[in-house]
């Protein structure tokens, strides 16, 4: 396959009370990469001390002064640099936009034509409330790059308005305007700056897993910012696809057009050991049979296992795919477009011009490629399956837009099958148009429940066990059915705990009712068996790591909740039935395993049991981040 070379320049601006060091991992990345080991690297530094040294000649610059040196690097010392991307980290956004402002207001927009790319990493761009408090409290409101920190000031705003509308909306070039592709991301548990302040009224926007720091740390498990910055520079940047026999460009299937987000995973852990479900398989073949194209939504509450019918629709049907999954920060209308349309490309052997970065701006690259993929399939007698999972897990669209960008019209033969939480999918849409909700009371699901139980209990230890105890199997499986009240959720955290404890579960009457009261009796269990100081420790711990939504290190979590790694591995192991466990490297992350619990865990009486509050655990963490650059509040 051929290499696709950048050939120009990248500024790296840094944040508040920051340095050029806040980039050097990310630097070693670049530099050991390839394809961008010819990008020349500029990581711009601007003064940004804590304090002012009181009777001393330097004062702190304002975003004036730095703007207007950025403006001389770009201008003098990269004059030659044919391309030129900016990367920044939260005040850096603030401070190239005051930049883009400045060169605009002074007529001096044809210069920027050599700026091919902007990315922006947790830029505060309406604000941060978080700095705008410990601000006042720590005595900051002097300080002239602080006070832009806060609730956006009244040149702040102007700048982004200018940017918004001379830049990301520009139609032309020429003194006043110029367009520049902005690919903006806001860290997924940035406490900090929210998600609605990073992303802002920008179009093209995404989230990135952790938080203010460690979302330029490619280390951090998870951490996607590397590669994410990578694509975007190989897009923007890059030297162009090699040209087919016909002199149009042809696009690398594995290249510009991009890589397939890998589920394997995923997808054999929804496989294994399922059961049943063949009154919703029904209902999608009726749907498919009846039209010649449209949407199919599944509906169902959260652990009715609408993953589990994606994850085998994939697997014994090949059907292109994707899966929202937030703990994986894998949730964006950008991760679902770039991955469908590099499927697509794959699988039906289109030749397109379109890059990856066009793929994930908006829907009209989707809708070319499923006109073009469903022209083939159609051709062959197929039909052309997209299925998505849990629509519900991304974030709003914003007025007038459908979840994803999913077209509105679809070509004939394409259809989509979704999956969701019951009446959160509004989609527009000439296409035919079917919801089917998985009733977990119904007697399909109740049966499918019943047969997933008799697989895991019946000629196992546990049957034997509970034989021994006098339990009959089918008193025992029609119990469990009722008591699950037909949630797959439920099965799947009773029966380790049945398999801990027999002889308690042998009575029957003792089983939870529904997965909410399966939460509550396992919280009740376990407050009793813990002396006083041990829940408190074990609260802040399964807090902390609740509050991260992503898989995390057991380092992490002592870290921020200020207990040693060997105090949490103890309480993980408490809660372990609550935790998904993976391998990375020689290590392994731990992030609660399913939503619901998540949701259990926030709930007001919840939080008032465990004698916490949320904003005292996210105050703990931000603390911890701040310490970590050398803030310190106490």
């Given amino acids: 396959m051929d290499q696709r070379m950048v050939n120009g320049a990248i500024i790296l601006i840094h944040g508040f009370w920051s340095s050029p060091d806040t980039w050097a991992k990310l630097i070693d990345r670049i530099e050991a990469d390839d394809e961008l080991r010819s990008l020349r690297v500029h990581a711009f530094g601007y003064e940004s001390p804590k304090l002012r040294m009181p009777l001393t000649p330097a004062r702190i610059p ?8 950025l403006a001389t690097l770009y201008s003098v010392q990269l004059q030659s640099e044919p391309r030129v991307a900016i990367v920044t980290h939260s005040q850096g956004g603030l401070i190239l936009q005051r930049f883009l402002a400045w060169m605009l207001n002074e007529g001096r927009g044809r210069e920027l034509t050599r700026l091919k790319m902007v990315v922006m990493l ?17 005595r900051f409101h002097r300080h002239p790059q602080a006070r832009e920190l806060g609730v956006l000031t009244k040149e702040a705003a102007e700048s982004r308005r200018t940017v918004l509308r001379q830049v990301v909306n520009a139609r032309g070039v020429d003194e006043r305007q110029c367009p520049i592709p902005f690919h903006v991301y806001s860290g997924r548990t940035d406490n900090v700056v929210t998600r609605t302040s990073a992303q802002s009224a920008f179009p093209s926007v995404g989230a990135l897993a952790g938080d203010h720091f460690s979302i330029l740390d490619p280390d951090a498990p998870g951490n996607l910012t590397f590669s994410t910055l990578r694509k975007h520079l190989l897009d923007d940047l890059g030297s ?9 460009a042809e696009a690398s ?3 510009s057009t991009g890589r397939a987000i890998e589920f394997r995973t995923l997808i054999d852990h929804h496989v294994e050991g399922f059961i049943g479900r063949k009154f919703v398989f029904d209902r999608i073949d009726e749907f498919l049979g009846r039209h010649d194209r449209g949407y199919f939504a599944v509906e169902g509450v959260p652990g009715i296992g609408k ?10 049907r090949s059907y292109v795919h994707h899966f929202n999954v937030a703990a994986m920060g894998v949730n964006s209308f950008e991760q679902f477009l770039g991955n469908v349309c590099a499927q697509l490309v794959a699988r039906y052997d289109i030749r397109t011009t379109a890059t990856v970065s066009d793929f994930r701006r908006d829907g009209a690259a989707l809708s070319e490629l499923l006109r073009e993929a469903g022209t083939k399939a159609a051709a062959a007698g197929e039909r052309l399956v997209v299925a998505v999972d849990a629509i519900d897990e991304v974030g709003d669209p914003g007025a007038g837009r459908n979840v994803l960008f999913l077209p509105p019209d679809l070509p004939q033969s394409v259809y989509f099958v979704l ?17 089917f909700t998985i009733d977990p009371l119904s007697a399909d699901n109740r049966r499918d429940a019943r047969a997933y139980l008799g697989e895991r209990i019946s000629g196992t230890r546990l049957g034997r066990d509970l034989a021994a105890l006098g339990v009959r199997l089918d008193d ?3 119990a469990l059915v009722e008591r699950s009240e037909g949630n797959f959720m439920y099965l799947h955290y009773i029966l380790p705990a049945i398999a801990e404890d027999p002889a308690y579960y042998s009575d029957t009457e003792r089983l939870p009712q529904g997965l909410t009261k399966y939460y509550e009796d396992h919280w009740r269990r376990m407050r009793s068996r813990v002396r006083e100081t041990a829940w408190e420790r074990s609260m802040k ?10 898989a995390v290190p057991l380092e992490w979590i002592a870290k921020y909740a200020g207990e040693s790694p060997f105090a949490v591995q103890e309480v993980l192991g408490l809660w372990r039935p609550f935790l998904d466990l993976s391998t990375v490297g020689r290590g392994s992350t731990f992030r609660i395993y399913h939503a619901s619990f998540r949701e259990f865990l926030r709930r007001d009486d919840t939080v008032r049991s465990a004698g916490i509050t949320l904003g005292q655990i996210n105050e703990q963490i931000a603390n911890q981040q701040l310490r970590a650059i050398g803030i310190d509040l106490d």
């Fill in 62 to 69: 304002d975003y004036n002064d730095i703007a207007q040196t």
């Fill in 122 to 138: 947790s830029c505060p761009n309406e604000g941060s409330e978080y700095l705008r408090s410990f601000r006042a409290a720590a």
């Fill in 240 to 248: 162009p696809p090699p040209a087919a026999a016909d002199g149009t």
């Fill in 253 to 255: 299937r594995t290249g």
């Fill in 307 to 316: 993953t589990a019918v994606i994850a085998n629709l994939v697997r014994h």
């Fill in 419 to 435: 999956t969701v939480r019951p009446d959160e999918l509004a989609l527009r849409t000439s296409a035919a148009y079917s919801k």
């Fill in 476 to 478: 025992l499986l029609d």
């Fill in 541 to 550: 711990i399964i807090y902390v790591l609740s509050e991260s939504e992503q």
